[in-house]
């Protein structure tokens, strides 16, 4: 089944449900490569290790914009990926990212944030904060944390057309949480870099999102040494940083790059007031 997505500043993208492809429509798209994510890699974040099928979760396409568009993402130094996951279960356990961290960004002492949007279908973004073990400037966010020692957990669901700021410090993990395909856009530093370790050590996120009963269930990871209950906010402060959802982060990027130059100086920002 092919699934038209709206179309976001002039690209179109069509989206082949089962295959996670999408396609440009109108041949103007430019997409510097595709990742697929698949069964293998994913043994080290699921729940069940022993499945055999999915063998695809997920593919991300990576510098994806309208030719006409190149240059403002370049002067602006932003990546602009989309991914496409499909709406299978791995064994009980709902569809999902392998989950990161994001590294200090070069020339700067804070670690990358991100923005990212629901092109289409229904997420569920779980946000962990592992505890800080020194105030110390360090280069890597690896001599900065305990991961398995977490703080914070935050979880919101968001359905298409959302779009959600990811502070620095937060790993997260995108979850579908329908049996359709989901589609999100992420817009980012392009000298981000992500960091997986500290999600792969204790087999995935702080929970796992699982089907019992025909209903969504989130379960605490055993493999850390501390997870948090889950902390419910009813409204992300960080959001009023973006735009007002009415235009995708997308075109409001292309007619207003300045409003995006904290993702590539994110000290512009005492995040913690933003909390
Ligand atoms: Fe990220």
Redesign the pocket.
Known sequence: MIIHLKTINGIKIQCTEGENKILSLNDDLYIYKAINRELDQMKNVILNDQLVYPKLFYTEYFHVYKNEHSKIFKDNNLRHDITVMSGDLAGIEFMKTYG???EILDGTNTP?P?V?EILHGNAILILQKPHKITEDKKRSINDMYDFGDITDVHIFKLKTGDAFV?PPHYG?IIVNQKPTVLVFS?L?SAR?K?IYNGIFNYKGGAYYVIKKNAKQVLVQNPHYKHVPKIKKVKKWAYNNIINNKKVPTYSHFISNPEKYSWINNPEEFNWEQFA
């Open positions: 990161h961290y994001h990358a991100e990212i990811i997260h992420s980012i981000a992500s």
